[in-house]
């Protein structure tokens, strides 16, 4: 007799600032926001690398388990763990200076 096994497919989370884990678990969604709106991701996602900014929500069990306002951070997703860097400085370039080629500068 075989038994079929109809658990759920999860993700699996880690968030991290530059010093700590900030949370540590399994979710059955995560909500964030990047430079197109508001997007989700569940398990079987396809693998993705994103800036993200507002927020990160994380949802288990049809439950809010975490909330996490950030500016910026990078979300790494795949093969159905997601890894979220906090604390990503914005990389803010002067553009006169970026236009400009080093040989001209003085």
Same mark, same amino acid.
């Given at each position: 007799?075989?038994? $079929?096994?109809? +658990?759920? *497919?999860?993700?699996? &989370?880690?968030? =991290? #600032?530059?010093q700590?884990?900030?949370?540590?678990?399994?979710?059955? =969604? $995560?909500?964030?926001?990047?430079?197109?709106? =508001?997007? #989700? &991701?569940? *398990?079987?996602?396809?693998?993705? $690398?994103?800036? $993200?900014?507002?927020?990160?929500?994380?949802?288990?069990?049809?439950?809010?388990?975490?909330?996490?306002?950030?500016? +910026?951070?990078?979300?790494?997703?795949? +093969? #159905?763990?997601?890894?979220?860097?906090?604390?990503?400085?914005?990389l803010?370039? #002067?553009?006169?200076?970026?236009e400009?080629?080093a040989?001209?500068?003085?």
């Amino acid at each position: 007799m075989y038994t $079929i096994m109809s +658990q759920k *497919p999860v993700l699996k &989370v880690k968030i =991290r #600032d530059t010093q700590n884990i900030v949370f540590e678990g399994e979710a059955e =969604r $995560i909500s964030s926001f990047n430079e197109v709106g =508001r997007f #989700d &991701v569940f *398990p079987m996602h396809a693998n993705f $690398i994103s800036i $993200i900014t507002k927020e990160i929500t994380v949802y288990h069990n049809q439950k809010l388990v975490k909330e996490i306002k950030v500016e +910026q951070a990078v979300m790494k997703v795949k +093969q #159905d763990s997601a890894h979220i860097f906090l604390g990503i400085e914005a990389l803010a370039l #002067d553009e006169e200076n970026a236009e400009t080629p080093a040989s001209a500068k003085k």
